[in-house]
């Protein structure tokens, strides 16, 4: 069974910080590169982060650059997400993606196979 389960979102003040967290299945997450997505209402949505199963670079969107860090624990299934000097901005619905290879090259969520339920993070100004 495949799942991924997202959790750390809430309501915080800008300049604030959050981490997120999603743990997945073996299945989701075991030689898979993992993505961090984000939507906001009346947006698409756009990659955060991301980050191959072993060795590479991780890829950030331009408007987190120097304050969101994506970072996975292979021994326990989980990517984090974290995100420091929120900003209004940042408000949007967050997912948890995983594709089936061990990098993936790009930002289109249609490189990702798997997905969780998301988790909504509020930032008030």
């Known amino acids: 069974q495949v799942q991924l389960i997202e959790s750390g979102g809430g309501l915080v003040q800008a300049g604030g910080s959050l981490t997120l967290s999603c743990t997945a299945s073996?299945?989701?997450?075991?030689?898979?590169?993992m993505g961090w997505f984000r939507q906001a209402p009346g947006k698409e949505r756009e990659l955060v982060a991301s980050a191959p199963w072993t060795d590479g670079s991780a890829y950030y969107a331009e408007s987190v650059k120097g304050r969101f860090t994506i970072s996975r624990d292979n021994a326990k299934n989980t990517v984090y997400l974290q995100m420091n000097s929120l900003k209004p901005d940042d408000t949007a619905v967050y997912y948890c993606?995983?594709?089936?290879?061990?990098?993936?090259?790009?930002?289109?969520?249609?490189?990702?196979?798997?997905w969780g339920q998301g988790t909504q993070v509020t930032v008030s100004s």
């Open positions: 993606a995983s594709a089936r290879t061990r990098y993936v090259y790009g930002p289109s969520a249609k490189l990702y196979d798997y």
């Open positions: 073996a299945r989701a997450f075991s030689m898979n590169a």
